[in-house]
């Protein structure tokens, strides 16, 4: 078992590129521009201990991101093989359990495969680093972890009309916050 450290390449959540640069792993990376995602309207923020629940106005939907954390079990969690989170090393103390996505009450399938790695050494704070963003009709979930001074975002992007998750990836939470504009 071992964190993720990825390597920061760029993926399709962003959208123009126009220059390179070389990171501290040794990675080349694609800077941006401008931004190009706009900040959602929160409506509802619920944190319960380890749980917590977001609710967002994505266009002329509402968006809910419901998570449940859990202190890391041995036994439940022996096949993650990477974890992506602030951990300084293996094994995280708390993992998330449950991540439901939801639009005008209609759920959004994301399956376990796509959230079980997201871990952190400190006490989550239910849905405290969860916020959706917007951009050309699409909505996107961010779930970021990190101890301040390196933080992945997992994003989440998905089609609010048809209700559908259209993109998923692990991506370096700076290069992700670059790309929104407040």
Known sequence: MKLLLLPLAISSFAISCTSTKVDYFGETLQEFPKPTWRDAKEVNRVNKGLAGTV???????KATASLSWRKYDATKDANIKEWVGDM??????YVLDKLTLSVDGASIAVPKSKYQFICSQWKPNGAGNTHFIQRDGLGCLLVTVGDGGEAYSVVYVFDPVKKTLVYHSVEDGPSVDNQIIY
Not at 55 to 61: N, P, S, W
């Open 88 to 93: 300084g090393t293996p094994p995280p103390a």
């Open 55 to 61: 609710t967002y106005q994505i266009y002329d939907h």
